[in-house]
């Protein structure tokens, strides 16, 4: 856990990412789904992160300037996967949702703080992750980078994120699995969590925020 803490006390706000944080279980079922199409296991984070035009049309997505339904067919053929028809949605079919981090948000906002769900988003439909993962109502606040047009490091998605929380900088707290994604945040204030995969992760934020974690909740 990487913490920039401002404030020993008196947060006001919790801002939490979407995949690695409210979700678990994403590189299995990536993978799985892989080497059930018959690729290698890593062909779908190779694809995304490392090839070229994979990685473009990714960014594309995020950004909201490709759909989905665009963005499936342009992959899949990318892949060498004949389906493209829900290609997202069929590879994320088995992620679950982190149930830590989401009691956490629900016993933070009963203790008084705001929640923001900030999220570097890829697409809506047909595959909606957060409908499917039951965090779409989550939070108070929804930040998508497709709907904002501007995703994670960019400096303007965070102001716009505190602009709508209402609460400055100072006073929020920010979780989120990707280390690039911090330093923006840092710079504006915000106190950031890595959630580096190390078991935990609730009751360390909890207890950053002074919100009892899942644990203390039962």
Not at 11 to 39: H, K, N, P
Not at 49 to 76: F, V
Request: glycine share 10%; aromatic share 6%.
């Amino acid at each position: 856990m990487a913490l920039t803490s401002s404030l020993a006390n008196g947060y006001q706000a919790l801002i939490l990412d979407f995949v690695g944080v409210l979700t678990e279980g994403v590189r299995e079922s990536l993978q799985g789904w892989c080497v059930e199409q018959g690729l290698h296991h890593r062909a779908w984070g190779t694809t995304l992160n490392h090839h070229p035009e994979g990685r473009r049309l990714y960014l594309e997505l995020e950004a909201g300037r490709l759909t989905q339904q665009e963005w499936n067919e342009s992959t899949a053929s990318l892949l060498g996967v004949e389906e493209h028809e829900n290609l997202m949605g069929r590879a994320w079919a088995a992620v679950r949702p982190a149930q830590d981090m989401i009691e956490l948000a629900l016993a933070a906002r009963r203790a008084g703080l705001k929640t923001a769900l900030l999220s570097n988003s890829f697409g809506l439909d047909p595959y909606d992750p957060y409908r499917t993962l039951g965090v779409r109502e989550l939070c108070d606040v929804t930040v998508l980078s497709e709907v904002e047009g501007v995703a994670k490091p960019d400096p303007e998605i965070y102001r716009r994120t505190l602009e709508r929380l209402g609460v400055p900088g100072e006073r929020c707290v920010f979780v989120d699995d990707n280390p690039d994604n911090l330093p923006p945040a840092q710079a504006l204030g915000v106190t950031t969590v890595l959630a580096d995969g190390r078991p935990g992760l609730a009751s360390r934020v909890g207890g950053l925020l002074g919100v009892p974690g899942p644990a203390e909740n039962r």
